[in-house]
């Protein structure tokens, strides 16, 4: 009986290892399946969303995964316990942000400059890298292009039934959001006409705008609330608001339409600037035709001397390098130096920033060196001109905002420190030493007898303590952030940018005193004093000229050094962001890179 128990039964045995062998069939067949068909369906939601979609959902998932990355990695190894460690993690944070807004491009790309024009309040691990997230992107295929323009106008970009007489296929530039062609209108007698630069927005970019302007409001709020715990959001609204019009040409050739107006209206301007003319019949919401410039651009530095026929400057490596610009004059004459100079050159823009600043209130808010050109006067060939060109980004500028940064700019040079901190207050600014450099760009000391002690601290800090420190400050400085003018972000960039103009040209001209000029002109046109008023008004006004006339002898001191030593030494702008860096160092905890701006 036991033998018989312990014999195995055949069949029995053979059926058990049939069974469970044919269930691991159907398993591994399941799972097999499964994975294809999650296969086929990703791969058939990828196709979907990257052709009919313009792989928002793509772009999304990557935006959030990195900042879910980015926000864990601060999480866990922003502690005073790897303090050492911590320049390598901002390093790390800085790599992945670039790479996520070139990866995307389009609007984030501007989101990237966003970030970058504030690079002061970045660790300086990411500030040089923000400065180099240039808006230029690859070209999309020409017959991407065709197919806007056909849709547009119901025509092709050229030939017999065509919209232009000539249509250049390969773009002369490509940005973000939309690329530049040349073309050539039809002429009235049925001849070639008029060389225009026509401008078409990538078909991509209108799809993804919403969705990225989404994932950018969620990404800030989560940051704001759950990660950082820095105040960031308030500003989001009002950058997506002043983002949407960028997407829409006709806004943007009624702003290029308004601001010609303004400069034909002020003849202090109406000779030296020029605005390109637009074709509103050859423009719609993702077209725009404008009049073509053969110029020099600002970019290009070595062809602005050689225009101008100045020697050429060696500044430090810092400064911007040059960049030769599609259909450049190549072609003036050497021999014949052309009025001006670069001294003109700036006071030119500086004159003109000042008057959409503190008068017209309508301010151009990318100044960068590519949206500039300067060219021989066409109607005075000896003479300059500056244009002007890409007109999609304007911010407006309110009465009282005016004259509160007119009065902010004269009280800064008069030592006028009641109204410095009554303008403060009203804009829910705390921190007024570092409110008044942040404008001036220039080092400013309210009477703060406790620097000195607070530079000494600041070089025993670890760079955990180093990290932490301009949270604090920031945190005093945006004291009421409702109160704060959002104007102020566009502003300060469109200053900031003219300061690197000027910079890059060997600093020709005193941008403080022009500026400072122009507002206490402003307030004089503007206010109705009385007699207490006015004595007091007169009273620093004396202290204002006295800091005035101060301020140009050291501008004028430093060129004169230059010229007596022969040597490359710092320019007056390069002295004043020097002494910008080291403050914010020592009192703020905020450390710049030299290179943060360039570009």
Known sequence: MYYFLRRPIPWCHRTFSTIVSSRRV?????????????????????????????????????????????????????????????????????????????????????????????????PKPMQAKFSRLFDDAPQVPFADIARVLQEEFGRPPSGPDGIFAEFEETAVASASIAQVHRARLKGEDGGPGDWVAVKIQKPAVAKQMEPDLAAFRAVMWIYEHWVFDMPTYFIVDFICDHLRPELDFVNESQNSIHTAELVAQDSSLAERVYIPKVYPEYSTKRVLTAEWIRGVRLSDRQGILKLMGEPSIDLPSKSMTSLRSPGALTDFDDSQRLQGGTKWVMQTMIDL??????????????????????????????RLQLVLIDHGLYVKLSPEFRRQYAELWKALLSVDVDTLLRVAKEWGIGAPDLFASSVLLKPISLGNKSGKTEDKEALKLSQYEASMRPKGKLRNFLVDTDKMPKELVFVGRNMRIVQGNNQMLGSPVNRIKIIDLTAADAIARSEDLSFSGRVRERFHEGVF????????????????WKWITGSVVDTFEDELDRQMREVAKTQYGIDIDPSAYDG
């Open 26 to 122: 159907s398993i591994s067949g399941a799972f097999l399946r499964g994975a294809g068909y999650v296969t086929l369906l990703g791969g058939a939601r990828y196709v979907i969303d990257r052709e009919f979609n313009a792989s928002t959902i793509v772009r999304n998932l990557r935006t959030f995964w990195t900042c879910a990355i980015i926000a864990a990695d601060y999480k866990l190894n922003f502690t005073p316990g790897k303090s050492d460690s911590i320049s390598a993690l901002h390093e790390r944070v800085g790599d992945r942000l670039l790479n996520l807004f070139s990866s995307n491009g389009g609007l984030y790309v501007k989101f990237g400059q966003a970030i970058g024009a504030n690079a002061a309040l970045l």
């Open 353 to 382: 920033f000042n008057a959409q600043i503190f008068r017209w209130g309508w301010l151009h808010c990318d100044p960068h060196p590519g949206n500039i050109f300067v060219r021989p006067h066409p109607l005075h060939p000896r």
């Open 545 to 560: 000229y006295t800091v005035m006339a101060s301020i140009d002898a050291a501008f004028w001191l430093s060129h004169a």
